[in-house]
């Protein structure tokens, strides 16, 4: 099981980025995916959770600007990232759910997604 993040780097406050997430080794479709951040200092937050179906949740700070999505013919995932601000400098993850085919949620949520890709950094100059 491997889940690959690339895209990260580093870009102007207003610009935008598009990361993807390669996954290989288990059954794709059959789970929801997430993706998360995390800043120094602060704890790891999920951003984004797409259910096997394509439904996609957000976290209020980024609703309008970031858009996630999947291809699960190709075992891909997406966030395209517009309009970005500097508090959105953080290190990415992806990460697919251990449940099943959709979100999960609650506060122990970050313990039910299993499979976690390596951070890809995102630097938001301002």
């Known amino acids: 099981v491997q889940l690959q993040a690339s895209g990260g780097g580093l870009v102007k406050a207003g610009g935008s980025l598009r990361l993807s997430c390669a996954a290989s080794?288990?059954?794709?479709?059959?789970?929801?995916v997430g993706w998360f951040r995390q800043s120094p200092g602060k704890e790891r937050e999920k951003i984004s959770c797409?259910?096997?179906?394509?439904?996609?949740y957000y976290l209020d700070s980024v609703k309008g600007r970031f858009t996630a999505s999947r291809d699960n013919y190709n075992g891909t995932m997406y966030l395209q990232m517009n309009n970005l601000k500097p508090e959105d400098t953080a290190v990415y993850y992806c990460?697919?759910?251990?449940?099943?085919?959709?979100?999960?949620?609650?506060?122990?949520?970050?313990?039910?997604?299993?499979?976690w890709s390596q951070g890809t950094l995102v630097t938001v100059s301002s």
């Open positions: 080794g288990y059954s794709f479709a059959a789970y929801a």
């Open positions: 990460a697919s759910s251990g449940l099943g085919s959709g979100c999960p949620a609650g506060n122990q949520v970050l313990n039910l997604f299993t499979r």
């Open positions: 797409v259910s096997g179906t394509g439904r996609a």
